[in-house]
């Protein structure tokens, strides 16, 4: 049962939080204790936060799981969970939550509430709008970024953003794009209604769009001015080439090997992803802390 609450809090999904070290990271504060304390502490929160949505999201979603393929198996959808345990758990988890907001600065705690609000409205209404659905799970990555730079109150470069955004845009744009797939395979199945909107020429010529707009961000914010003064290299530009391969797998599993649903399941299960993963991370640390 204790592994039934794990999935209905959406544990794993966590390491979508990940994305909060990002500046934390660039801000060469990554081996500062105070700093990476922080930041671990505000990435717990957010998790927390972030299972209140997944709890709220399922119990709003109930009826529509229990008619998908894989959905159907969520502790919510499948019955191992009643509504009413899970409405505990939620209330636990805001206690928790709501105990632990006064430790953090009003900024970030602004952005959790940002984040919390506008899920909440994914959750309702704005995931069945095309494209605002999309921009909606882009916009909760994004979230993340600014909150991890102002909990620790450091200076975000615009090229990151802008990175964070674009690569938000292609995570989600590729998720829609295999819902899609899993649709015209198992049309008895469709759930989300969102999908009619969209066709695979249409997913796909956005992913590259947004694909290539990572790429370029990217490359342009390890060249420019600000970055080589700060870090005092210009060898960031090494590590384009790990971002570009990361963006081409996973086109690849999803167009060629036909996934990409669950993107967090994809990125901790594909071993060349994790690899490359670890070698980005490994040489990003190397060149800016270690010259």
């Given amino acids: 049962m204790t592994k039934e609450y794990i999935r209905l809090l959406r544990i794993p999904q966590w390491i979508k939080n990940s994305f909060i070290f990002v500046p934390l ?12 304390l922080t930041v671990l502490s505000g990435a717990f929160l957010f998790s927390l936060v972030t299972s209140i949505v997944y709890i709220i999201n399922d119990i709003i979603d109930i009826e529509a799981d229990r008619a998908h393929p894989t959905k159907k198996n969520r502790p919510l959808a499948s019955g191992k969970i009643s509504v009413k345990k899970a409405l505990l758990v939620l209330f636990i988890t805001g206690v928790l939550t709501a105990l632990l907001i006064p430790f953090f ?6 952005i959790l509430a ?4 506008l899920n909440i409205l994914y959750s309702t209404i704005l995931k069945h709008i095309v494209l605002l659905d999309v921009f909606s799970i882009a916009a909760g990555f994004m979230l993340r970024v600014l909150g991890g730079a102002f909990i620790i109150d450091v200076y975000l470069s615009s090229w990151l953003i802008l990175t964070t955004m674009f690569i938000s845009l292609f995570l989600g744009i590729m998720k829609r794009h295999s819902e899609l797939n899993l649709a015209n395979t198992e049309a008895e199945t469709v759930t989300r209604k969102v999908l009619v909107y969209y066709s695979q020429t249409f997913t796909q010529q956005m992913a590259t ?6 790429i370029i961000c990217y490359a342009l914010y390890t060249v420019s001015a600000r970055t080589i003064s700060v870090f005092n290299t210009e ?11 990361g963006i081409f797998r996973y086109m690849f599993l999803v167009y060629i090997n036909q996934k990409g649903e ?5 990125m901790i299960s594909d071993v060349p992803m994790i690899v490359n993963s670890f070698l980005y991370l490994g ?4 060149i800016i802390y270690y010259k």
């Fill in 114 to 117: 940002i984040y919390l609000v």
């Fill in 262 to 266: 669950n993107t967090t399941d994809l």
């Fill in 209 to 214: 769009v947004a694909a290539a707009g990572v």
């Fill in 25 to 36: 990271l660039f801000s060469q504060h990554f081996f500062h204790k105070d700093y990476l």
């Fill in 283 to 286: 040489s990003v640390i190397a």
């Fill in 235 to 245: 060898n960031l530009i090494y590590t384009t080439p790990f971002v570009v391969f």
């Fill in 105 to 110: 600065n009003l900024k970030f705690n602004l």
